[in-house]
């Protein structure tokens, strides 16, 4: 398996062949799943005893496997958060691959880690956050959650007081659903402040306010959102991080989506108190435009973060030897294992420079104010709030739940658009909205407008 031979050689070709046709493509299909049956039946067994052959399985990919996916970068992909990472980012991730770089310590990866740094150093100058602050690249938001909140959770557990107590953390309802999950993951209590719009200081004061002794004794932490996923809202920062300052709380911020926007000018005066923040998330593989998996999470105090996620082992000592000194990213999060997933990142900025990822960003801006419009003027459509970020929610007049199910999967059918369905809350209820989301620059103003004419 791993001589080098014509077979070999002929493979490679074949793939680099594929690569450069799918990063140079100016159009692409949408690409539908279809069920696991349904692939079976054409692509049949292809983990055998002696293997199928290199070029057998290949064609395979091409033929019939790589059309079940949805490329997350297609112009009139607008559900859920997309991604558009650049032709500079894609093409360095083969770099990436084929370098085998074991990302967690300097003494394997330095150079690759180096890399990583620059990139990340130009994350953190957008947050505002003080001097000494860094992060590292996660495999995305669940990830850099976790990390941030299990650091937050031994900081606070410093004290004797709370070693047996099970932490509480507060957050809003319109917190994206990984924050839940992680809470899990760490074995703490979670407590959804009932709004999906902004939360303010005000809300978080007078929840607090509301907890019995107890409740306030395990509270440790309060996350708020830079960037709903549902509607692109930001919570008062600045409001929140009073509160927590005044209670000795630590403020972790979720911008896993929002944050990318910190790099435009016409939005950054919405993530003021962003700054005062403990910790941060932002996913460069959304609104940075580098391919998957690539996220980070952010500290203001770096040290905590590796009290708490250093590891330990006799085979690990050498890794912490003067000889091996430098920046080892495994310290500063959950994972020990990983690929130097920021490289791509660094390339692709290095590339074509931060304003251009500035205007970039400012694009999806304007597609969603732009879409607004659009609704605004189509008498078929209404606008469910104003648009934020670079989401937009709108209903069809008169239209039920199951007219926005059966209309997504018959465009998506038609291999025209992806939109999905959400749920927004109106008082009491929930109710079945459309929702764009912009990322991807290439959309056009067309494509919006002729996904707004199919709901006619």
Not at 249 to 258: P, T
Not at 278 to 285: N, Q, V
Not at 331 to 351: C, E, H, K, M, N
């Amino acid at each position: 398996m791993h001589k080098i031979d014509m077979e070999l050689i002929e493979m490679t070709l074949d793939v680099m062949k594929y690569a450069i046709g799918r990063i140079s493509s100016t159009e692409h299909p949408i690409g539908k799943p279809k069920k696991y049956e349904e692939l079976k039946a054409i692509v049949g067994e292809t983990v055998t005893e002696k293997g199928v052959g290199g070029e057998y399985a290949f064609n395979l990919w091409k033929e019939h496997l790589s059309k079940a996916n949805v490329p997350v970068d297609h112009p009139r992909n607008l559900a859920f958060v997309p991604a558009s990472p650049t032709r500079a980012a894609i093409m360095f991730d083969l770099v990436t691959s084929a370098s085998s770089i074991h990302g967690a310590y300097w003494m394997e990866g330095a150079g690759g880690i180096f890399c990583e740094n620059e990139a990340m150093s130009w994350i953190v100058s957008l947050t505002g956050l003080p001097e000494g602050a860094f992060g590292v690249f996660t495999s995305g938001g669940t990830a850099a959650n976790l990390s941030a909140i299990v650091t937050a959770r031994e900081f606070w557990r410093r004290d004797d007081t709370y070693k047996r107590e099970k932490g509480l953390i507060i957050t809003s309802i319109g917190a994206h659903s990984s924050i839940k999950a992680m809470a899990k993951v760490a074995d703490v209590d979670i407590l959804l402040v009932d709004t999906e719009e902004r939360l303010t200081g005000d809300d978080l004061r007078k929840t607090i306010d509301g907890l019995n002794f107890h409740q306030r004794k395990r509270l440790f932490a309060v996350v708020a959102t830079g960037g709903t996923t549902n509607a692109g809202i930001i919570d008062d920062l600045d409001g929140i991080a009073h509160v927590c300052e005044q209670e000795n709380l630590w403020f972790h911020v979720d911008a896993a989506y929002g944050g990318g926007a910190l790099a435009a000018d016409s939005v950054r005066h919405l993530f003021n108190g962003i700054e005062r923040a403990d910790s941060i998330t932002i996913d460069p593989h959304k609104w940075m435009f580098s391919p998957y998996d690539c996220g980070a999470v952010i500290y203001k105090e770096p040290e905590l973060a590796k009290e708490a996620h250093s590891q330990q082992g006799s085979y690990l000592d050498i890794f912490k030897d003067e000889g091996a000194h430098g920046f080892n990213p495994t310290d500063y999060q959950i994972q020990l294992t990983r690929r130097v997933r920021g490289l791509p990142l660094w390339f692709s900025l290095a590339t074509h420079g931060t304003d251009r990822y500035k205007k970039s960003v400012e694009r999806g801006l304007e597609l969603a104010q732009l879409a607004g419009k659009m609704i605004e003027e189509n008498p078929n459509v209404e606008l469910v709030r104003a648009p934020s970020l670079s989401c937009v929610l709108y209903r069809r007049i008169g239209w039920k739940p199951e007219d926005y199910t059966n209309w997504t999967y018959d465009n998506h059918e038609k291999g025209f658009a992806l939109v999905t369905p959400t749920k927004w809350k109106n008082g009491d209820e929930y109710e079945t909205v459309s929702r764009f989301c912009f990322i991807n620059p290439d959309t056009t103003v067309k494509d919006i407008q002729l996904i707004l004419e199919s709901m006619n």
